[in-house]
C-alpha cells in the first residue's frame, strides 16, 4: 500500500455477510438533473459502492419501478429535514420507501452526505436503516497551502508542491482531482492555494489562467479557490507608485483586478492576507491599519460571494512580551472591519508550538468573526518524521473556554460564530501535502488532515472517534488493532510535549529548521527568535513570568482565566511555564519539585516512544507490510531524537538548576558539547 488512495480506499468489504446486506440495498443510484456536484456524488457513490461491494452499481436517472432497492441522490432546498441548521451545505440520509434517500440543501450537501454514507460502509456500520441529518458547524472550511511559485513549500515535509505551475493551464494532473476527492470528503470547502509570503505573480492575467484551471478541477467538489496576497502587488505588477489602501488609484487597481478575477473563476473565494509581518508588506507602511488594509480589499469585492480573511499573525517588537502583540494591534480595531472581513487568528499566541494556551484574541473581539488558524504541517512536531496526532491539539484548543462572556464561552463557540452570532465563520488548517506518493511524508500524517477536516465540520466530535474512522478506513479494521492504533494515536501528542517542551516550555527549538531542540539559543535576528527569551532559565528557576509582576500577558484573558492560571498552585501543569518563572526547588502538585518533574517529564516521554514502537510492533499482522515497515522505521528515528531532545534540555537546564539527575533515570552518557555539535550539524548551510 503506497498511501495514495488516503482514506478512499473502497477496498472489497472482507464480510460476506454484511457485503451482502449492504448489496441488498445499493442496487442502484437514482440521481437527476443537471447540478455538477450532484453529479460528482453519483460518481463517487458508483466508484465506491463497486469497490466496497464488488458490483456494478448503475446511475439512473429515476428509482426503477419494481422491487429493486437502491440508493436516491436529491437536491432539495426547502426539504424539512435538515434540523435547525441553514447551511447549504446540510444533508439527510433516511430510508424513504424502499430506497434509501440522500437529501442535501444543495449539491454539495448530497455529495457530502454520499461521504458520509460510504464511511459508514468503509467503516463496516450497517445501512439498512441509516437515519442520519449532519450541517457543518463552520462555513469556510479551508486548507491554506504555503506553496510557492517555485515548487516548494513554506515548512512542507512531505516532497515539492502538488501544484505544477509550469504544466498549467494545459495539463491537468490527475492528482488535483484525488486531492479535490479527499477534501470533499472530509468536509472542506476552500483552498488558499499559495503561500500567504506571497508572490504577486497569481495576480497577472498569465497566472490566472492557470488558477482557473485548478478551479475547474475543484468546482464539482464543491470547493473554492482563494488566493494569498501580495500587499504591495499594485506596485510590483500595477506599475503604481504606492500600495496605500485609501489611495483611490490603488482601491481601483484592487477594485479592477477583482473584477478580473471574477471574470475568469466566477466562484472565486476570495483572499488570504499576511501584511506587517515577518518582513511581509502592508497598510501600516502608509501609516494605515489592519481595518483600513482589509476593507479597502472588502471593498474592492464589491457585490461579488467572496471574502477577506486577514491574519493577526503579526509580533512588531515593541512591547515586551511577543505573546502580547497580535492583541495589541488587533484588540482596538475590533469592530472596526467591513462585514466581509474575517481576521484569522493562530491557536495559541506564539506560532503553533506543540502545546500553547488559545490566543487571547478569542472572545476579544466579539463583533469580528474570527477564523481559527492551526498548523497540519509538523513545523514545529517533528516534521513528517515523529508520529504526532493532532486532533488532541485541535480540540484543546476548541475546548477551552475563553469565558468572556461567562463559563462556556468556548474557542469553538467563538469560532463558529455561535457566541457571537456571527454570519461568517471560518476555519483554516495550514496543509501538510505534498507530491510525495502518499501526500503526507508521514503515513500518519493523513490522519492529521482527516482529522482537520472531520473538525472544521462538527468540533464536538471526539479525538478518537475521529482516529477510529481513520484507521478503519486506511489501516485495518481488525478490532484489536484499531484499538491499539487509536490509543497509539491518541497520546501521541502528549508524549511529543514531554520530551521536547514539557510543563510549558516552548520555543525552544532549532532555530533555522524549527526542528531539534536548541534551548541555548541565545543570538538571533531578533531577542523573539531566540529560545532565553521563552523560556529564561536562571539560578532561581525556570519559565516566563507574564503575571502582573512579569509581563503580565496574563491580563489580555477574562478575569476567570486570569484567576485559574494567575495562582502557580491552580494554573494547569501544562501551562505553568508559559506563565510563571518557578524555581528549582518548587514543589509541583506532583509532589516533585519542579527539577525533579521536568526531568522525569524528558524521561518518560523519551521512554514513552519506546512503548510507541512496541505498540507499533503490535498491529503488524493487521497492517499492510510495507507502510507497517515505513512507520516503524519513522519510529526509530523519533526515538533517537526523543533522545536527543531529552539529553540537550536536561543538560542545558542542569546548568542552571545544579542539580543531579534525580534517580531512577540514568543520567545521559553523552555531554551538552555532543549534543549541541550535533545540533550544529543538522542546521549547517
Ligand atoms: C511561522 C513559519 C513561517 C510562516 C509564519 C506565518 O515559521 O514560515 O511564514 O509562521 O504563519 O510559523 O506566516
Not at 203 to 224: D, Q, S
Request: charged fraction near 20%; hydrophobic fraction near 40%.
Amino acid at each position: 500500500d503506497d498511501g495514495y488512495r488516503l482514506w478512499l480506499k473502497y477496498d472489497l468489504v472482507a464480510d460476506a455477510t454484511q457485503r451482502a446486506q449492504f448489496r441488498a440495498v445499493a442496487q442502484y443510484i437514482a440521481a437527476s438533473g443537471n447540478d455538477v456536484v450532484l453529479k460528482t456524488a453519483a460518481a463517487e457513490l458508483q466508484r465506491g459502492l463497486q469497490g466496497l461491494l464488488g458490483q456494478a452499481v448503475p446511475v439512473v436517472a429515476a428509482a426503477p419501478v419494481g422491487t429493486q432497492r437502491g440508493v436516491v441522490l436529491t437536491i432539495n432546498p426547502t426539504a424539512n429535514v435538515f434540523g435547525s441548521s441553514t447551511s447549504r451545505d446540510a444533508y439527510h440520509i433516511a430510508p424513504q420507501g424502499r430506497h434509501l434517500a440522500v437529501t442535501g440543501r444543495s449539491g454539495a450537501g448530497v455529495l457530502y452526505g454520499v461521504f458520509a454514507l460510504l464511511r459508514q460502509l468503509q467503516t463496516g456500520q450497517a445501512i439498512a436503516n441509516l437515519t442520519l441529518t449532519s450541517s457543518p458547524r463552520i462555513q469556510y472550511r479551508l486548507l491554506n497551502h504555503w506553496d510557492n511559485p517555485n515548487g516548494t513549500v513554506e515548512r512542507g515535509y512531505a516532497g515539492a508542491s502538488i501544484w505544477k505551475w509550469n504544466e498549467l493551464p494545459q495539463r491537468l494532473d490527475p492528482r488535483y482531482t484525488d486531492y479535490a476527492r479527499a477534501n470533499a470528503s472530509i468536509g472542506l470547502n476552500g483552498v488558499a492555494i499559495n503561500n500567504v509570503n506571497a508572490s504577486a505573480r497569481y495576480l497577472t492575467p498569465e497566472y490566472l489562467e492557470k488558477v482557473k484551471a485548478l478551479a475547474g478541477v475543484f468546482r464539482p467538489y464543491g470547493i473554492r479557490v482563494y488566493l494569498s496576497v501580495f500587499w504591495a502587488a499594485p506596485k510590483v505588477i500595477g506599475g503604481l507608485k504606492t500600495a496605500d489602501p485609501l489611495d483611490p488609484q490603488v482601491q481601483q487597481w484592487w477594485a479592477a483586478k477583482t473584477e478580473e478575477i471574477y471574470r475568469v473563476i466566477p466562484d472565486f473565494g476570495g483572499f488570504l492576507v499576511k501584511a506587517n509581518s515577518e518582513g511581509e508588506p502592508g497598510p501600516q507602511d502608509y501609516g494605515r491599519n489592519h481595518a483600513e488594509g482589509a476593507n479597502m480589499l472588502a471593498a474592492a469585492l464589491g457585490a461579488h460571494d467572496g471574502i477577506v480573511m486577514w491574519r493577526a499573525f503579526v509580533y512588531k517588537a515593541g512591547s515586551d512580551d511577543r505573546f502580547k502583540q497580535a492583541y495589541e494591534e488587533f484588540k482596538p480595531l475590533d469592530g472596526k472591519f467591513a462585514p466581509k472581513v474575517l481576521v484569522q487568528v493562530k491557536n495559541g499566541p506564539i506560532d503553533f508550538q506543540a502545546r500553547e494556551p488559545f490566543h487571547p484574541l478569542f472572545g476579544a473581539m466579539p463583533r469580528t468573526p474570527l477564523v481559527l488558524e492551526v498548523q497540519l504541517t509538523q513545523e514545529y512536531l517533528g516534521m513528517a518524521t515523529h508520529l504526532v496526532y493532532l486532533a488532541p491539539l485541535f480540540k484543546e484548543c476548541l475546548n477551552a473556554d475563553t469565558q468572556t462572556q461567562g463559563p462556556g464561552s468556548t474557542v469553538a463557540r467563538v469560532v463558529d460564530g455561535s457566541l457571537d452570532q456571527h454570519r461568517l465563520s471560518g476555519i483554516a488548517g495550514v496543509a501538510n501535502i505534498g507530491a510525495d506518493r502518499n501526500w503526507t511524508g508521514h503515513p500518519l500524517g493523513q490522519a492529521n488532515w482527516y482529522a482537520f477536516g472531520r473538525l472544521a465540520w462538527d468540533h464536538t466530535l471526539s479525538s478518537a472517534a475521529i482516529a477510529t474512522e481513520w484507521t478503519k478506513m486506511t489501516l485495518t479494521r481488525e478490532p484489536r488493532a484499531v484499538a491499539s492504533i487509536v490509543d497509539l494515536m491518541d497520546r501521541s501528542r502528549d508524549i511529543y510535549v514531554r520530551y521536547t517542551t514539557p510543563l510549558g516550555l516552548h520555543h525552544i527549538m532549532g532555530q533555522n529548521i524549527h526542528y531539534g531542540p536548541e534551548p541555548w539559543l541565545a543570538q538571533a535576528g531578533r531577542p523573539d527568535w531566540t529560545a532565553v527569551y521563552y523560556h529564561k532559565a536562571d539560578s532561581a528557576g525556570l519559565g516566563f513570568n507574564r503575571t502582573a509582576t512579569g509581563s503580565n500577558a496574563l491580563a489580555l484573558y477574562s478575569a476567570g482565566v486570569q484567576q485559574e492560571w494567575g495562582d502557580p498552585q491552580t494554573c494547569p501543569l501544562n501551562y505553568l511555564l508559559w506563565f510563571h518563572h518557578v524555581g528549582w526547588r518548587q514543589p509541583l502538585p506532583t509532589g516533585r519539585s519542579l527539577w525533579h518533574e521536568l526531568v522525569t517529564r524528558y524521561y518518560t516521554g523519551a521512554d514513552s516512544v519506546t512503548w510507541m514502537q512496541q505498540r507499533w510492533a503490535s498491529v503488524q499482522p493487521a497492517v499492510d507490510a510495507a507502510l507497517h515497515a515505513d512507520v516503524a522505521a519513522r519510529l526509530e528515528i523519533q526515538r533517537r531524537e526523543a533522545l536527543w531532545w531529552r539529553d540537550a534540555c536536561v543538560l542545558y537546564f542542569q546548568t542552571y538548576s545544579k542539580q543531579p539527575i534525580p534517580a531512577p533515570f540514568a543520567p545521559p552518557t553523552r555531554t551538552l558539547a555532543e549534543v549541541k555539535n550535533l545540533v550544529d550539524l543538522y542546521q549547517l548551510k
